[in-house]
């Protein structure tokens, strides 16, 4: 056991090149590949997606990309790729690909949340938690609780300067990267109490809005060797003014509609739709009170993915009420009910508190990243006590969902925009 653990502590070395060079046409862009001086040695990422795997980080060089006369993100926009052994504040064992690209898709996310402090929480590159607030304190234990169990070991990223209190809660579980434009006098200290924890300073986390609305050249490489080129997601929905009523017609030329959302279940449906470009398709969001209650992803039905992520809210619940009170699992604690009989009570009354409450859901609202093809997936999240919807509308059956909706006086809109993560 003791040699298998040594493969996700070695370095593997990598024979890419120190440049990389991309034309498309008269575009060019060109990249040099990352490296860092630690103590005395250099080196480059840790590995990649899996131990066996070399892997290099690139940071974009010159660029002069014009395609189809917009406005493109250029080389002075790093945040991660730019990543310097300065503001590598403690490496840890100095980070991989997957501590790289959590810590990116987190920044994807916040550059849609930067009007209060924000934090989220990766593993995965999917959010296991995030959430907006009037502190980022506050966020940060929103987004912790939200799903305690996936947070362990993930990459928690914050918008605004990270203050003690919040660095506390931070230092109290484990996590394997915290990323913040900047720390507050004394957190630093707090964090390396945990000598393992990977501490980036990036400030760009903190100017995020300069990226809104610019797209980057997303490629993906295909198993053949070649590759798809696409323009990025780029969020549309920014303001309440953005959304589009949910209307539609059915056959027979009759129009439905839902109720109008309320301000509070707009801000939260904006809040959901910007998580939402981070999470891998298909997936459904619950949120409430600007923070997440349960996020279901890389689903292959629609209405699949509701009852999955009803099924994480349920389970996430009922780990909360009894790690509150005696700071172990749920998982543990139904290990211990087999052979506790009191154990076992507390549990089975547990779990009927988690069915009353319906895992928290109610008076949430939800988003899912593509249109309902049929209402079930509606019926089934309005069980939950859910008050609005948002989604990208467009499906021949939309008059269908609304019905289903209206059923449930649900509030809908649209987005007019789908946001697969693929």
Request: glycine letters at 8%; proline letters at 3%.
């Amino acid at each position: 056991m003791s040699d298998l653990k040594k493969m996700y502590s070695q370095i593997v070395a990598d024979e890419f090149s120190d440049t990389l060079k991309l034309s498309l046409g008269d575009t060019e862009i060109t990249y040099k590949k990352r490296t860092w001086d630690m103590d005395g040695e250099i080196r480059g990422l840790r590995y990649g997606e899996n131990p066996d795997q070399p892997a290099a980080l690139y940071a974009m060089e010159q660029s002069n990309c014009a395609l189809g006369g917009k406005k493109w993100r250029s080389a002075k926009d790093g945040i991660v790729s730019t990543l310097t052994e300065k503001q590598m504040i403690q490496a840890g064992k100095h980070p991989g690909k997957t501590n790289l690209t959590d810590v990116d898709n987190a920044a994807n996310i916040l550059q849609y949340l930067t009007k209060k402090p924000a934090a989220t929480i990766l593993k995965h590159n999917n959010p296991c938690g995030a959430a907006w607030q009037d502190s980022l304190e506050s966020a940060m234990s929103k987004a912790f609780w939200s799903d305690r169990i996936a947070a362990f070991g993930g990459a928690v990223v914050v918008n605004r300067a990270l203050d003690k209190a919040t660095a506390e809660l931070i230092s109290s579980q484990y996590f394997e990267v915290v990323a913040a434009p900047s720390f507050e006098n004394g957190v630093v200290d707090i964090l390396k109490s945990r000598k393992n924890l990977r501490i980036l300073e990036l400030p760009q986390l903190g100017r995020l809005e300069e990226y809104c609305g610019i797209p980057f050249l997303d490629i993906k490489s295909l198993m053949d060797g070649g590759l798809v080129i696409q323009q990025s997601f780029v969020n549309r929905i920014r303001t309440a003014q953005d959304f589009i009523p949910a209307t539609a017609m059915d056959k027979e030329g009759n129009s439905y509609a839902t109720r109008n959302a309320d301000p509070s279940e707009v801000e939260d449906l904006l809040f959901a739709w910007a998580v939402e470009a981070g999470v891998t398709s298909n997936s459904i969001i619950f949120v409430r009170d600007g923070a997440t209650v349960g996020i279901g992803t890389g689903e292959q039905d629609r209405v699949g993915c509701v009852e999955l992520t009803i099924h994480k809210a349920y389970t996430k619940y009922a780990d909360s009420i009894i790690y509150h009170k005696y700071q172990k699992s749920l998982y543990e604690w139904q290990l211990l009910a087999l052979s506790d009989k009191k154990a076992k009570e507390e549990l089975e009354e547990i779990m009927h508190q988690t069915a009353e409450a319906k895992g928290g859901l109610v008076g949430t609202r939800l988003v899912s990243d593509g249109f309902f093809p049929f209402r079930d997936g509606v019926d089934t999240a309005a069980a939950q006590g859910i008050t609005a919807i948002a989604q990208p509308g467009g499906s021949l059956r939309d008059f269908e969902v609304i019905n289903a909706c209206n059923e449930k006086n649900i509030a809908m809109l649209f987005t007019g925009q789908r946001s697969f993560k693929h």
